[in-house]
């Protein structure tokens, strides 16, 4: 790809983003994740997730009404250290 091309989806990316976006606001991820999105980040399945869970293994948890919920930091943690 040139530089040329390069440039001309930048900028379409850019004029993309600022006229899409909620005035102020920027797409972040989330400090909170579900067990979803964390089997998507780690690669294991929900049902894993659980199951460590019930171990009291795994990536810290905390459990907001009957929905559980990790820190994203936690997990990076988690995963960083090999467990």
């Known amino acids: 790809m040139d530089q040329q091309t390069i440039d001309a989806v930048a900028e379409a990316v850019a004029e993309r983003l600022l006229r899409e976006l909620p005035r102020g606001r920027l797409p972040m991820t989330p400090e909170y994740l579900t067990a979803e999105q964390v089997a ?7 049902k894993s997730l659980e199951a460590y869970r019930a171990k009291r293994q795994g990536p810290p948890f905390l459990k907001v009404g009957h929905s559980v919920r990790y820190r ?3 997990v990076r943690v ?3 250290a090999g467990e």
Request: charged share 25%; aromatic share 16%; proline share 0%.
């Open 40 to 46: 998507q980040m780690t690669g294991f399945s929900t």
């Open 72 to 74: 994203a930091d936690d």
């Open 78 to 80: 988690w995963m960083e």
